[in-house]
């Protein structure tokens, strides 16, 4: 079973910490009334029937012919008769996958599936207005970030008996850190995860190879090969294509990788200011991480204008041979491989943004697996919920989210059909350490410190010593808002 460990906070005294609670739960409510509109079901399979009301009866353990024919070991989830669950995601591109998964959990449980998609960036409203009006879905996607807002809220079902009762659900993912980043402040599993999100480097072998190049082991490495790829080609070809549209999206993600070996190097990586992202005083380490991205970014090892392409513009730059690495996201595999067959039809290989000479650790620390599913705490037919989300964990289900959609599945024991892709999962081994998880509602944190960041970067009279000072007082500020 799961030892649950407790997640890293800020040791804050038991009265702000009521007040913590007691402030979100009211901004989550003041959220739910001022929200409208939703996901609409767009696949209904199976009849239709309420799926809210009393509590209905359950049945007896699973079927022996459901149990024979799984692709899992079938639990006892006393499944309620007439179990119908309404399952909510954001993936219309995964559209296949999805209903591939709900078939084979049709087949091993007792329930009927009613589908609603949403987009990704709609996904918190809909919810929230879903909750409102008492016809919530009951299980939906989440971020690992919503848990402790959602477990707040009441509006989360503890999955932790399900996963006393049934010895074989977690052997069934990766490891015990992917489960942990769906846990509450106690340790109770509030949800499970799905697939992982890192920011790896591809690079372009076959573009290596020709020119005698070769993967840097450290930061500083990296740096030279920028400069000798520059120095070869005379200019022709960008170093590292990393789009910085919007927000500085890649760019920052370059930042971010550069600054989490210069917290870990000057030994604050498990401060719990920043493990709970409330650190105001950065002591110019923030500065530091600005001050060695200004530089490569005049130096051109992004190229000439990062900061006005968006992804898709700068995968087609990779494609097209004018830029030798690509910095972008595991889950863009299928578009990069679909783009490499139409245009140059490259060997891709990928490593991770490498460590200073210094440095005695590679740290992968934003990647996790952040993509997950819930189950809604006042649900008709929570034994049902449980039992879809206890599908959707299975070998079978993970194996067509992994070889057809080429995702990095929360899973153990998958087997990659795709070398970069196994690749990419063979690093995910690292994921989550020293991973920031905020005790508070960040609000538009994110956004607003990656805006100051591209301010800084495109505007030559900005100081890095400024940079820090306002990313100080935007943490200052979104911390003083939540607990108002």
Known sequence: ???????????????????????????????????????????????????????????????????????????????????VVRFLHIYPEHADAIAKSIEIIERDYPLTVEVSVTPWNEVTKTIQTASASGEMYDTFFQWNSQVPGYDQSGLLLDLTPYFEADPTWEPNFLNEECLTQYANLDGKIMGIPLRGTGVFIIYNKTMFDENGWTIPGTEEELAELCEKII???????????????????????????IFDHIVYMAGEIENPLRLTDRMIDWQGLYAKSGEIMKDWYQRDFFGKNPF??????????????????????????????????????YELGSFMWPAPKDCDETLFTSAGFGDGWGAWA?????????AFLRGMSSSEVMTIWANQERCVVAASGIVYADSLQQSFADQFARSGKYRVVPDYNTGNLGTNRSQVFVDYMTDDTMTADEFERQINELTRKAIEDAEE
């Open 308 to 345: 006005g392409l968006e992804r898709e513009e700068g995968q087609t730059v990779f494609f097209t041979g004018t830029a030798s690495m690509l910095l972008c996201n595991n889950n863009e595999l299928i578009a990069l491989r679909d783009m490499n067959e139409e245009t140059g039809n």
């Open 378 to 386: 006042g649900s008709k037919y929570p034994n049902a919920a449980a």
């Open 231 to 257: 120095a070869d080609t005379d200019e022709k070809i960008t170093p590292i294509m990393a789009p910085g549209k919007p927000n500085g999206f890649q760019m920052e993600s370059a930042r971010a990788k």
């Open 1 to 83: 079973m799961l030892k649950r460990k407790m997640l890293k906070r800020t040791k804050i005294t038991f009265i702000k910490k009521i007040a913590f609670i007691i402030a979100q739960v009211m901004i989550v409510a003041s959220l739910i009334s001022a929200c409208s509109g939703g996901g609409q079901p767009l696949v209904s399979i199976g009849a239709a029937s309420e799926s809210n009301g009393e509590p209905a009866e359950t049945s007896e353990n699973l079927p022996e012919a459901a149990a024979e024919d799984s692709g899992l070991d079938a639990t006892p989830f006393n499944v309620e008769n007439g179990a």
